[in-house]
């Protein structure tokens, strides 16, 4: 063998909301149910409910990770019994109409010119998993890490798996070992 392919290889990380691209999620969910007519009272209740949490986040009352976990569970909660089909529909939607447009040239031109230097490229987000898996294919992503949902018998549960990504939680260890 020789030395260069001993040498470890080098990573570079990416963002995806903000970053990426400069849409929400949260807006393509919540626009997805509303043209679908499932944007219902109670789950504007239940992401209401969500403001106090966010409020004590940004005074320094509640920690930035913690408020985050709480926003994507209850966020995804309101995706409960959804079938896999309209998951998927979801995402080709959130695409189509608001990440695409909004993606920034100039970072997927980064990403484009990691991978040319042999760098793994890596992108990380509290996103949920399902709406990161395009990015992979669309930017040539080696690999994405995001918060896990569950989706059991063919239908979203509203669970989240784990604790949903923050950066305060990621070690680069754990990072290297997805």
């Known amino acids: 063998m020789t030395a260069n392919r001993l040498a470890p290889r080098t990573a570079a990380f990416f963002d995806f909301n903000g970053t ?3 849409r929400e999620v949260w ?4 626009s997805w149910k509303r043209q679908h007519g499932e944007w219902r009272q109670i789950e504007r ?3 209401a409910r969500q403001i106090p949490i966010v409020l004590a986040s940004r005074v320094g009352l509640l920690s930035t990770d913690l408020m985050v976990r709480r926003w994507m569970r209850a966020a995804w909660r309101t995706m409960r019994g959804m079938d896999e089909q309209a998951l998927l529909e979801l995402v080709n939607y959130a695409w189509d109409t608001m990440f695409q447009p909004s993606t920034r040239d100039r970072v997927a ?3 484009a010119k990691r991978k ?3 760098r793994l490229a890596i ?3 509290a996103t949920y998993e399902p709406f990161l898996e395009p990015a992979k294919h669309r930017f040539l992503f080696d690999e994405v890490i995001g918060t896990r949902v569950e989706v059991r ?3 979203v549960t509203g ?3 784990g604790k949903a990504v923050s950066y305060t939680h990621l070690t680069l260890p754990t990072i290297l070992l997805v």
């Open 20 to 22: 990426l691209v400069t």
């Open 27 to 30: 807006d393509a969910m919540r």
């Open 45 to 47: 209740i239940a992401m």
């Open 109 to 111: 031109q980064i990403v």
């Open 116 to 118: 040319s230097e042999g």
């Open 123 to 125: 992108l990380v987000s």
């Open 153 to 155: 018998d063919g239908r």
């Open 159 to 161: 669970r989240v798996l």
